[in-house]
């Protein structure tokens, strides 16, 4: 199983680290644009194995992607990260022209490639790769929902002074701090509904968080997260290698489910080894289908922008 990161600033060597420990990958390869910056990642990933005990292989490449050759999944990180104040849409004009570049090179060398978005606005991004690429829809795939689901997640058990482990929530919708849709009606602690623990606006507390997670990250660090990004990725792409059939929420190209087409948006998919291997249609409460409405709509606004 090879994986490629593109990408090799602090989102993309967390993708690099993580799928390597997890040891299921026989190669993972980093690409970035600037000399020797992947080989030094690479490198250093690679003296850290006797350390933490993983045989996966890791190399670097400065732009050389023919050095992805043969690669069964792609992370596509590359990208300017968000600085204190901006919006994920704000990235759109040179993400965009990077995502087309990169998504491009990567089914040049793999053309059975599966590729996982992460560069933002990331729904915009994913549509934008299947909008220039040849690729089948379940063979591209947005990384948002997961993250957010994690950092929703987070929130739900800190409300309730509980172990993670004990936690089981969704957020579905755009990756934005405007869009996300956290679905407190659905998360559980132990498969008791969280209402039977937090107050109506507790809860209203812990999805407002939700929702600006990557914003309050961004104001603390001065720069964009990429612990919980790099671990997300990790998840969906040991789904994919090791055909797990997980469900998580990812970017997916809509064409009629939740009643929304030609959009990508995240939703509740299952994970194998062909990618998004079913969407999964959930029962919404009418608050949470006008929340899904209202954040396609941003997604489409964000979409307009792109020049394909």
Request: proline residues 4%.
């Amino acid at each position: 199983m090879k994986v490629t990161v593109v990408g090799a600033g602090a989102v993309g060597a967390s993708c690099a680290e993580y799928i390597a420990i997890k040891n299921f990958a026989s190669e993972v390869v980093l690409v970035d644009i600037k000399e020797g910056y992947a080989e030094g990642k690479a490198m250093d990933l690679m003296q850290t194995a006797s350390l933490n005990g993983f045989d996966t292989k890791i190399t670097g490449s400065t732009g050389d992607y023919s050095k992805t050759a043969g690669s069964d999944i792609a992370v596509i990180t590359s990208g300017i990260p968000r600085k204190p104040g901006m919006t994920r849409e704000e990235l759109i004009g040179i993400n965009a022209g990077i995502v087309k570049t990169v998504s491009s090179n990567l089914i040049q060398h793999s053309p059975n490639v599966i590729l996982i978005v992460v560069s933002n606005p990331m729904d915009t991004m994913t549509y934008l790769v299947h909008k220039t690429t040849s690729l089948p829809k379940n063979r591209i795939i947005g990384m948002g929902g997961a993250l957010d689901s994690a950092r929703f997640k987070y929130r739900l058990a800190e409300a309730m002074e509980a172990p993670i482990s004990d936690i089981d929530g969704m957020v579905i919708g755009g990756h934005s701090d405007k869009g996300m849709v956290p679905l407190t009606s659905h998360a559980t602690r132990n498969s008791i509904r969280v209402s039977e623990f937090l107050s109506a606006e507790r809860l209203e507390q812990v999805a407002a968080d939700t929702k600006v997670g990557g914003a309050t990250l961004t104001g603390l660090l001065g720069t964009s997260a990429w612990y919980a990004p790099g671990a997300a990725v990790s998840a969906l792409v040991q789904a994919i290698a090791c055909d797990q059939k997980k469900m998580f929420p990812c970017s997916t190209l809509l064409e009629g489910e939740y009643g929304l087409n030609d959009i990508c948006i995240g939703v509740p998919v299952i994970l194998g080894k062909n990618g998004i291997e079913q969407i999964v249609d959930i029962p919404l409460s009418d608050a949470e289908k006008a929340k899904m409405q209202e954040s396609a709509e941003g997604v489409s606004k964000t979409n307009g922008l792109l020049e394909v």
